[in-house]
T-cell receptor, first 112, second 113 residues
Framework: NAGVTQTPKFQVLKTGQSMTLQCAQDMNHNSMYWYRQDPGMGLRLIYYSASEGTTDKGEVPNGYNVSRLNKREFSLRLESAAPSQTSVYFC???????????FGEGSRLTVL | AQSVTQLGSHVSVSEGALVLLRCNYSSSVPPYLFWYVQYPNQGLQLLLKYTTGATLVKGINGFEAEFKKSETSFHLTKPSAHMSDAAEYFCAVRSRGNEKLTFGTGTRLTIIP
């Protein structure tokens, strides 16, 4: 039972480079989320998708774009990476109306 | 609007002692409340949740939390700490009708042998 799978697990970028973080879930969940985790700041919501075909901004969307490709997949794209985007990124999913999030193992991104 | 405040970014307790991690929330409508645990280099996993019904909620690994509406609190407790409890703990709130889950800043729990 894979749950929520994120790739890559580690990535180093130079300022200005672009990249996409991939996320897939096999639990038939409707809602998917991208969070970033920084020391002392907890988890902050970047974007979320309540259902296939819809996306909405969270607390810290600037510098990111997302795509809900289908019910299983939700990708996060950095078009022009900045050092401030150095962080650990978590993808999560949930069935509607339960609130319980299931998390991936995280993707550690360093921007030099 | 919804928010979560966790008092104490670091808490240390002796093995066998009571664990108490504090969480206060703000929500304009009745909330769903959660505690998650994160072990080093891992994702978050659910410890327990309050949705409706009984206000004292039991979770995994001997943890429990009590929803106190009058105090807007959802503190996490465990009667006797174990070395394996060392981790970071996050309180989270979701207002009914809202798809977004808002997390606190986390409390790192250290267990002293």
């Amino acid at each position: 039972n894979a749950g929520v799978t994120q790739t890559p697990k580690f990535q180093v970028l130079k300022t200005g480079q672009s990249m996409t973080l991939q996320c897939a879930q096999d639990m038939n969940h409707n809602s998917m989320y991208w969070y970033r985790q920084d020391p002392g700041m907890g988890l902050r919501l970047i974007y979320y998708s309540a259902s296939e075909g819809t996306t909405d901004k969270g607390e810290v969307p600037n510098g990111y774009n997302v795509s809900r490709l289908n019910k299983r997949e939700f990708s996060l794209r950095l078009e022009s990476a900045a050092p401030s985007q150095t962080s650990v990124y978590f993808c999560a999913s949930t069935r509607a109306n339960t609130g319980e999030l299931f998390f991936g193992e995280g993707s550690r991104l360093t921007v030099l | 609007a919804q928010s979560v405040t966790q008092l104490g970014s670091h808490v240390s307790v002796s093995e066998g002692a009571l664990v108490l991690l504090r969480c206060n929330y703000s929500s304009s409508v009745p909330p769903y409340l959660f505690w998650y645990v994160q072990y080093p280099n891992q994702g978050l996993q659910l410890l327990l949740k309050y949705t409706t019904g009984a206000t004292l909620v039991k979770g995994i690994n001997g943890f429990e939390a009590e929803f106190k509406k009058s105090e807007t609190s959802f503190h996490l407790t465990k009667p006797s700490a174990h070395m394996s409890d060392a981790a970071e703990y996050f309180c989270a709130v979701r207002s009914r009708g809202n798809e977004k889950l808002t997390f606190g800043t986390g409390t790192r729990l250290t267990i002293i042998p």
